[in-house]
Nanobody, 121 residues
């Protein structure tokens, strides 16, 4: 059994910052890619940022230079540091981890419960 717990969402004014952590617990052999997605009302879920087990990162063009994704492998945690927030960043943010529960099974995608980020103008 694997669980993902997100926190850190909230209401912030435009130009402000928030940090979102997502911690995985339970049966974990290894974690490959860790990522953050978001879904705004009436829109499809989109990739915000991802980091591989090797440390390579990629970002959506809309957040480049403002958001930073990082991971702490010892804590099975991925972070999203969001700076210079804009109203269009308002969405529910979900973490997604490709977790291999044991050595004998392949990796599966696990999702966090989602955390609301609201940026006021």
């Amino acid at each position: 059994q694997v669980q993902l717990v997100e926190s850190g969402g909230g209401l912030v004014q435009a130009g402000g910052s928030l940090s979102l952590p997502c911690a995985a617990s339970g049966s974990i052999f290894s974690i490959n890619t860790m990522g953050w997605y978001r879904q705004a009302p009436g829109k499809q879920r989109e990739l915000v940022a991802a980091v591989t087990s090797g440390g390579s990162t990629n970002y959506a063009d809309s957040v480049k230079g403002r958001f930073t994704i990082s991971r702490d492998n010892a804590k099975n945690t991925v972070y999203l540091q969001m700076n210079s927030l804009k109203p269009e960043d308002t969405a529910v943010y979900y973490c997604n981890l490709r977790i291999r529960p044991t050595v004998v099974v392949p990796g599966y995608d696990y999702w966090g419960q989602g955390t609301q980020v609201t940026v006021s103008s």
